[in-house]
């Protein structure tokens, strides 16, 4: 009998297309405040959320560390632009470094800024990894473009090691009748 995978990232898929198998050490909050409904939607694994409620970017909340230790976030997308054929895997939403410890990402750097998700072709998974960094600044700048973005690779050059933290939500296009 195979291995019972329970870990809805491992479900999910983000561990092995995104990221390699790493041990959560700190807990992060995922919010959207949604402008429509004036309601909050925390992120959980695998949920699915409308894009039409992630106009805005959303409250990221690092609990865990201390003010002394710091932390980068990215959101990735590694569905584009289908799910079936992801050729340009993965797409980049958002940059965020030198979070300290139990507090928000609005505390840090914003170094690309927040996309909100389009999805046009299925089900997109939307992900949000926590990284620790060894020291405030260390994560340095971004460039070239948000699309065939790897966060292996971003991490490896910047040294951030496996993610401490991360989740994940599905979004697909709202079609006129899913509107309401």
Request: glycine content about 8%.
């Amino acid at each position: 009998m195979g291995k019972v995978v329970s870990d809805p990232l491992e479900v999910g898929r983000v561990i092995g297309d995104v990221v390699d198998s790493f041990n959560p050490s700190v807990k992060m909050a995922v919010t959207y405040n949604s402008t429509k409904q004036q309601q909050q939607q925390q992120v959980f694994n695998g949920h699915e959320l409308f894009p039409s409620a992630l106009t805005l970017k959303p409250k990221v909340e690092v609990l865990g560390g201390d003010l002394r230790s710091f932390f980068t976030l990215v959101m990735t997308d590694p569905d584009v632009p289908g799910p079936s054929d992801p050729y340009l895997r993965e797409h980049l939403h958002w940059v965020v470094t030198d979070i300290p410890g139990t507090t928000d990402a609005t505390f840090g750097k914003e170094v690309v800024s927040y996309e909100m998700p389009r999805p046009n072709i299925g089900i997109h998974r939307y992900v949000f990894l926590l990284f620790k960094q060894r020291s405030r600044g260390q994560t340095t700048s971004f460039s070239g473009s948000r699309d065939n973005f790897t966060t292996r690779k971003f991490a490896r050059d910047n040294q951030l090691g496996l993610p401490v933290a991360a989740v994940f939500f599905n979004a697909q296009r709202e079609t006129a009748a899913r509107r309401r």
